[in-house]
């Protein structure tokens, strides 16, 4: 019988400390995934009604910085960025800070970049910031382009692609021109009527797109002209 216990024990003892050593380990990460749920949500709900949670801001920042300091996950690093985006944003934010939000959102794109290179968003935020702050235009197309290789189809960014393409199309390389294009097409089929506000404010007499379409889409070259011509 004692041998029985003991024997026993000698199996279930290092069980035992298995199972407490991956607590341990384990442990950091659930206090960071916990600390960041209020962000998961205010960025929920940011997708829902765009609105800026001006008073919360502060604290959702410390619960995120918080949230890295315990667990260095791309996901927090994108979090962190999207609210310094928002205080760069927010018409609350003084103007001399505005410049050092932007910063900080391009820094923790960057950074949750380097954890996880396959983000769409967070490559398009990062262009996006670049180009808010007038940085060279090499320094915008780079991000521009990743963002389409990691996420070509993702209907949410085509219309902000193809507003950067157009914005950038001078400093476009042939490359660059092809995914433009392919960005221009995929937004008409996909959410024609969101990306006639992008074509009328940055090519309202679309000569960059009758550069890109005249030869390889005429047809819905047409259609765009149509849709323009009504709004005159």
């Known amino acids: 019988m004692g041998n029985t216990i003991r024997a026993r024990l000698f199996v279930l003892a290092p069980i035992g400390l298995l199972s407490l050593a991956v607590l341990v380990l384990a442990w950091p990460r659930f206090q960071a995934s916990f600390r960041y749920i209020p962000v998961e949500l205010a960025i929920k709900q940011y997708q829902q009604d765009q609105q800026i949670p001006t008073e919360r801001l502060p604290v959702l920042i410390r619960f995120a910085d918080r949230a890295i300091e315990l667990n260095n996950h791309y996901r927090f690093h994108d979090g962190l960025s999207q609210l310094h985006l928002w205080r760069a944003l927010d018409p609350y934010t003084r103007a001399l800070e505005r410049r050092p939000a932007y910063r900080l959102a391009e820094s923790e794109a960057m950074n949750s970049l380097r954890l996880a290179p396959a983000q769409p968003a967070a490559w398009l935020r990062l262009a996006t910031v670049r180009w808010v702050l007038r940085d060279e235009p090499e320094t915008i197309v780079q991000p521009w382009k990743m963002s389409i290789f990691t996420g070509r189809t993702n209907a949410s960014l085509l219309n902000r692609r193809v507003e950067i393409g157009l914005a950038f199309y001078g400093d476009l390389d ?15 089929r996909i959410r024609s009527g969101a990306l006639v506000p992008v074509l009328a404010g940055r090519d309202p007499e679309l000569a960059t797109v009758r550069a890109l379409l005249a030869d390889n889409d005429p047809t819905t070259l047409a259609e765009m002209e149509e849709r323009l011509e009504g709004l005159r």
Do not use: K
């Open 174 to 188: 042939a490359e660059g021109i092809s995914m433009l294009r392919d960005q221009l097409l995929l937004a008409w």
